[in-house]
């Protein structure tokens, strides 16, 4: 057995249960591709970043996603559909299994950490099968110097093994892929899959609930920014929505893309060390900081090239591109990556329906109702399975990474927005002019201009007026922006079927709602759309 590398004193992958391997420990990036790319499994762009194949797995499988019941879960957890109950007992079995395929193979081994505020530190130990799975995890978690290494010790493990396949009718999974969280030993089991978004979602998923449930600090799918003056902004949203592209920009320093921290020292702290963006359709023109971004150091998957060029547009393979890079790799950016109380918050949406404004400001209690709802529509390609968007309601705007019941993280996101006095905004990323197929995507500059707008207070004085189903507060004029695009009715020039459409998707909303609604105050019972009597 060889352990090589910078690695602590005491550690070794043995503890783990793996025999007779050859551990890499902390290796350099440069090195991590270099093996890579002589085993076959990567290729030098002209960018000079490594593109890889996740192989069958392009995107996350929510159905195969698993959190032991044990005596620290079973009556915290939200379970059901979600938050899928898996056997202690069965974990422990299949945990052999998996470490016994790792005994005898090179895997690479890495020490991280997760949460900038040192407060809230929680060290890392990721091992993998793959050394660009290594590198995902170089780029994606915050990275301890040389001294920190040699002394560290885990709070959490990862083991990570996507050449492992599962039997279900003999582990209790549901198919050959799974993805395990442990809170009593405190690991992620991660297997059947070469997607690498699963291991930061793991990571993700055991903050969401250490530390809210644990630590009284709010954990947020959201990005979050920082303006010259100091001011935080915080952009909520799922896969697809735009919280990597709006978090990205030049006038402002980027804190984080995905996953932070709002803590009761009224400080906003990224959990990573850097950006999972996609790179479908990605320009200079329209994204140039994640355009510039992509160089060595720098992992693409499942892109297609053609003689080493990127083929933004070619979705073949997925419509999941992406790209996972250091956060340095941005120029612009927080350092460390912590903000003070956000100013602005910013709920984003992509509407499949077209019914939805541009942009609207939410009082308190519609604030609460639609963070409850987290309505989006799921992008083709984030998910297995998802080719054309589909109407999804995610509690949190993250529900598939919430351990506790939503209410939990509604309750203390109300009470620190209204501590905080922040404006929140709901944005409509999605479509306009009609629904998905007959109207277009809203254009990114546009709403560039409209959040620009609010973070400036240039929609301060403006005048507003109410949504008559949803009641929520659109502008009627922002710099910028075209008059006529504010208000979703005019885009459409048939009222009769925005109407429809409107109470269709107000009728979805209510029925989401139902199993909240008993949780509910008067306030957030206000923000229930009303549907429109219509001819």
């Not at 709901?426 to 546009?446: F, I």
């Not at 009728?507 to 008067?522: G, I, L, P, R, T």
Request: net charge negative; glycine share 8%.
């Amino acid at each position: 057995m060889q352990e090589l590398g910078l690695k602590s004193e005491n550690a070794s992958v043995e503890q783990l249960g793996i025999k007779n391997a050859t551990a890499h420990w902390n290796l350099d990036p440069k090195e991590l591709e270099e093996i890579a790319i002589e085993k076959g499994q990567a290729v030098r762009t002209n960018t000079g970043a490594i593109s890889i194949d996740t192989g069958e797995f392009t995107g996350r499988s929510p159905k195969d996603r698993f959190i032991v019941k044990d005596s620290i879960t079973k009556d915290s957890v939200w379970w059901g559909n979600i938050n899928i109950p898996f056997e202690a007992g069965k974990f422990d079995a299949l945990y052999d299994k998996v470490v016994g395929y790792l005994s005898n193979k090179e895997i690479y081994v890495r020490d991280a950490y997760a949460c900038a505020d040192p407060n809230y530190r929680t060290n890392i130990r990721v091992v993998n099968e793959y050394p660009w799975s290594n590198m995902f995890a170089y780029n994606m978690f915050l990275r301890p110097t040389e001294d920190e290494i040699k002394s560290v010790s885990p709070d959490w493990t990862v083991i990570n093994a996507p050449g492992f396949m599962a039997d279900p009718a003999v582990d209790g999974t549901r198919q050959h892929n799974f993805a395990i969280l442990n809170f009593t030993k405190k690991i992620a089991l991660v297997g059947g899959t070469g997607y690498t978004g699963e291991i930061k979602k793991g990571i993700f998923s055991a903050l969401n609930f250490e530390l809210p449930h644990l630590k009284n600090t709010l954990s947020m799918h959201c990005s979050a920014n920082i303006g010259e003056q100091g001011d935080t902004a915080i952009f909520f949203g799922l896969s697809g929505t735009g919280k990597t592209t709006l978090s990205a920009d030049p006038d402002r320093q980027l804190i984080g893309d995905d996953e932070h921290g709002w803590s009761n020292e009224n400080t906003v702290f990224n959990f990573e060390g850097g950006c999972y963006a996609k790179v479908i359709d990605l320009s200079e023109e329209k994204e140039p900081d994640i355009f510039h971004a992509i160089k060595q150091g720098a992992l693409l998957e499942n892109i297609v090239l053609k003689n080493g060029d990127i083929d933004f547009k070619d979705g073949s393979r997925t419509e999941n591109t992406r790209v996972s890079y250091p956060l340095d790799h941005i120029e612009n950016i927080a350092k460390p990556s912590i903000g003070k109380n956000p100013k602005n918050i910013f709920f984003l949406t992509c509407d499949a329906y077209g019914v939805l404004p541009p942009i609207s400001k939410l009082t308190p209690g519609q604030a609460a109702f639609h963070f409850i709802s987290g309505y989006t529509a799921k992008v083709a390609g984030t998910e297995a399975g998802i080719t054309e968007p589909v109407t999804a309601f995610s509690a949190c705007f993250g529900a598939p990474f919430m351990p506790l019941h939503p209410t939990k993280y509604a309750e203390m996101l109300s009470k620190k927005m209204q501590e905080a006095d922040v404006n929140v905004w709901l944005v409509n990323t999605g479509w306009t002019g009609g629904p998905y197929g007959k109207g277009s995507r809203m254009k990114l500059p546009l709403t560039r201009a409209m959040i620009t707008a609010a973070l400036n207070g240039k929609l301060d004085n403006v005048e507003f007026r109410n949504h008559s189903i949803f009641h929520v507060a659109i502008p009627t004029s922002c710099p910028g922006v075209p008059t006529e695009v504010l208000s979703p009715k005019e885009t459409w020039n048939d009222d009769d079927g925005y109407y429809a459409m409107a109470n269709k998707l107000a009728d979805a909303f209510n029925k989401n709602f139902e199993k909240f609604s008993e949780y509910a105050n008067e306030e957030i019972l206000a923000a229930v759309p009303k549907l429109k009597e219509t001819a």
